[in-house]
């Protein structure tokens, strides 16, 4: 079970880092990014129909380029979420309108 403390601590203090505040929400959401990158990345690498020959070189290309452009993509949205206002308390209670 410490390994798994020790995966926690250290993606708190990747986000302490990045100057993200979680205010105590799961640390383990940042398994997503990396996750949903390797999906699409298996799915690009096995995509059927592509409208020219592709040997397993240019899947294999299709595949990372899927896995990175996802993962990136994620992270920053993610990133720009994080910073989102409407995702504070308001300090009344009260909550807030756009």
Request: hydrophobic fraction near 45%; proline fraction near 7%; charge should be positive.
């Amino acid at each position: 079970m410490s390994g798994m403390g020790s995966v926690e601590r250290r993606l708190r203090q990747f986000e302490k880092r990045l100057g993200l505040d979680r205010q105590g929400r799961s640390v383990w959401i940042w398994a997503l990014p990396p996750a949903s990158g390797v999906i699409i990345g298996v799915l690009f690498g096995v995509m059927p129909g592509l409208p020219i020959p592709a040997d397993w070189g240019l899947r294999v290309s299709f595949g990372l380029f899927g896995l990175v452009a996802t993962t990136a993509v994620s992270v920053i949205c993610m990133l720009s979420f994080d910073r989102d206002s409407n995702q504070e308390d308001a300090a009344d209670g009260a909550v807030p309108r756009p």
